[in-house]
C-alpha cells in the first residue's frame, strides 16, 4: 500500500465495465489507481488520459509485474479470465476478477488453487454480495423473517437484437445469457439456499451454438426449489423474490443491483426497506472495492461476503445448466468439472 494508506489498483482492460468501476474507484478516497493495462498502448494510454492514471501498459504482464499495484481489477471478456488473472496471480499481485469467474469450473478451481498456493487475496467480483440492500435481504432471510425458504425467482434478459458478430454470440469468447446475465439469478439463490442438488434446464440456442435464453429449475433436499431465467432476445423485469413458510420478500426491479425490497408476512402490512441514500447511487461498483480494501488492510485471503467456495459452487451450477442445455465453447474438454450435479435423464 502507498505511504498514506491508499490502496493501489490496477487496472486490467479498458472497456464498459473497466470504465464504470475505476470511475467509481477514483471517488474512493482510500484508493489509487496507479496504472491500467491494455492489448494496446492507444487504448491503454486513451483509458490513462481519461482518468488521470499515471501508468499505462500495453500488454497484460507489464500490470502484472507492476510491484507497486496491490491488487489488480481484471475486467476483460470472461474467456480470458484464467488466462488475465493467473497472469497477476503468478506475479503476486491480488485480484479481483469480473464475473462471471470464468469459463468453467476447472479454470475456476485453477484459480483459486494458484491463489491459495500463493497466499494472494482472490474475489469475484459480484458486486450483488457487495450490495448493502441485498445483504440486508440475506441477513434477514438467515435470521427467519419469512420462515423456511420455500422458493426463490430471479430473472435477467435483455431486448436485444444482439448481432452474430457480438461477443455475446460468439462461442469463441463464452457467448450467450447464461455466463453474461444468468449468473446473477443463479447467484441469487446460491446466496439464499447455497449449491442445489440437482439442475433441470431448457434452452434455445443460436446458430453460432450459444444460448439465446435459458430456463433452469433448481432443486435443494430440502424441498425448495429456485427458478432462474435469463435472455439475450427479451427484455425481462429483473426481478426477484424469495418466498418462506412465513412470508416473501419482494426486489421490484434490477434485483442485482437493488436500491429496495419489500417485505410480506401474514397479517401484516407490507414493509418496504430501502438503500441509505449516504450508500450512493444503485449502480455504484463502489461496495466491491470497499471490500476488497477492506479484506487487504485485514490481511484477508478471501472475502467472506464473496467466498471462493461459493464462487467455485457458482461455476459449479453453471457448467450444470451448461450440459444440460448443450452448450459447449471450443477448446473446453471432458474435464469441465467432476461435480455436474444429476446426470439429465
Known amino acids: 500500500m502507498s505511504n498514506d494508506g491508499r490502496v493501489r489498483w490496477g487496472i486490467l482492460a479498458t472497456g464498459g465495465i473497466a470504465a464504470a468501476f475505476t470511475a467509481d474507484l477514483v471517488d474512493l478516497p482510500d484508493a489509487e489507481v496507479v496504472a491500467v493495462a491494455s492489448r494496446t498502448e492507444d487504448s491503454a494510454n486513451a483509458f490513462a488520459e481519461r482518468f488521470g492514471i499515471p501508468r499505462a501498459y500495453g500488454d497484460w504482464r507489464a500490470l502484472a509485474e507492476d510491484t507497486d499495484v496491490d491488487v489488480v481489477y481484471v475486467a476483460t471478456p470472461h474467456s480470458a479470465h484464467r488466462t488475465a488473472a493467473g497472469m497477476c496471480l503468478e506475479a503476486g499481485r491480488n485480484v479481483l476478477c469480473e464475473k462471471p469467474f ?7 478451481e485453477e484459480l483459486v488453487a494458484l491463489a491459495r498456493e500463493r497466499g494472494r487475496f482472490l474475489m469475484e467480483a459480484m458486486w ?24 426463490v425467482h430471479a430473472d435477467f434478459g435483455i431486448l436485444g437484437p444482439v448481432a452474430p458478430s457480438h461477443r455475446l454470440r460468439d462461442p469463441g469468447q463464452g457467448g450467450g445469457a447464461l455466463l453474461d446475465l444468468g449468473v446473477y439469478p443463479v447467484s441469487f ?80 402490512e407490507p414493509e418496504t426497506f430501502a438503500a441509505d441514500p449516504a450508500d450512493g447511487p444503485r449502480n455504484s461498483l463502489r461496495h466491491e472495492a470497499r471490500e476488497v480494501m477492506r ?28 450440459d444440460r442445455i448443450g452448450v459447449r465453447y471450443p477448446g473446453e474438454d471432458d474435464r469441465r468439472g467432476d461435480a455436474l450435479l444429476t446426470t439429465p435423464a
Open 102 to 108: 470464468t469459463l468453467n469450473v476447472r479454470e475456476a
Open 189 to 268: 439463490a446460491h446466496l439464499l439456499l447455497g449449491e442445489p442438488s440437482d439442475v433441470t434446464a431448457k434452452a434455445v440456442l443460436s446458430k453460432e451454438g450459444v444460448d439465446l435464453q435459458t430456463g433452469a429449475l433448481l432443486s435443494w433436499e430440502s424441498g425448495a426449489l429456485a427458478s432462474v431465467h435469463c435472455s439475450i432476445v427479451g427484455g425481462t423485469a429483473t426481478t426477484a423474490s424469495v418466498t418462506g413458510s412465513e412470508g416473501r420478500i419482494d426486489i421490484p426491479d434490477g434485483f442485482f443491483f437493488a436500491d429496495r425490497f419489500v417485505l410480506h408476512r401474514v397479517g401484516r
Open 128 to 151: 450483488t454480495y457487495c450490495n448493502p440492500v441485498v445483504r440486508r435481504l440475506a441477513a434477514m432471510v438467515r435470521d427467519g423473517a419469512i420462515g423456511e425458504v420455500r422458493t
Open 295 to 322: 479484506a487487504l488492510r485485514a490481511g484477508e485471503t478471501e472475502s467472506p461476503l464473496v467466498p471462493l467456495d461459493g464462487t467455485l459452487a457458482v461455476m459449479r451450477t453453471l457448467d450444470a445448466i451448461r
